[in-house]
């Protein structure tokens, strides 16, 4: 079973920083994309970032390209999110998952319990 754990949220003036981190269990972790995804209220979810299992290739939404920076240590099961210059409309419960390897979906319906991220003017 698909395990997560997200962390890290906050509230944060406009043009804040927050570095959030995804803890999964092994099983869920090793040899998976993983990924970032948020869901604003009233809106549904949608894809942030993914990275491949090696670390490489990371791919983002075109609305965070140069602010958002994603990575993993495959060491500690454990994915991140830095989010530089945030503006407040990434407000939003941020939840990581696996991902379908180079595509901007889900491969799980598992979710952990997301993080809140405000971000204020």
């Known amino acids: 079973q698909v395990q997560l754990g997200e962390s890290g949220g906050g509230l944060v003036q406009a043009g804040g920083s927050l570095k959030l981190s995804c803890a999964a269990s092994a099983r869920t972790f090793r040899g998976n994309a993983m990924g970032w995804f948020r869901q604003a209220p009233g809106k549904e979810r949608e894809f942030v970032a993914a990275?491949?299992?090696?670390?490489?290739?990371?791919y983002y939404t075109e609305s965070v390209k140069g602010r958002f920076t994603i990575s993993r240590d495959n060491s500690k099961n454990t994915i991140y999110l830095e989010m530089n210059s945030l503006k407040p409309e990434d407000t939003a419960v941020y939840y990581c998952n696996t991902v379908v390897a180079n595509r901007r979906l889900p491969a799980s319906r598992v979710w952990g319990q997301g993080t809140q991220v405000t971000v204020s003017l």
């Open positions: 990275i491949n299992w090696l670390g490489g290739s990371p």
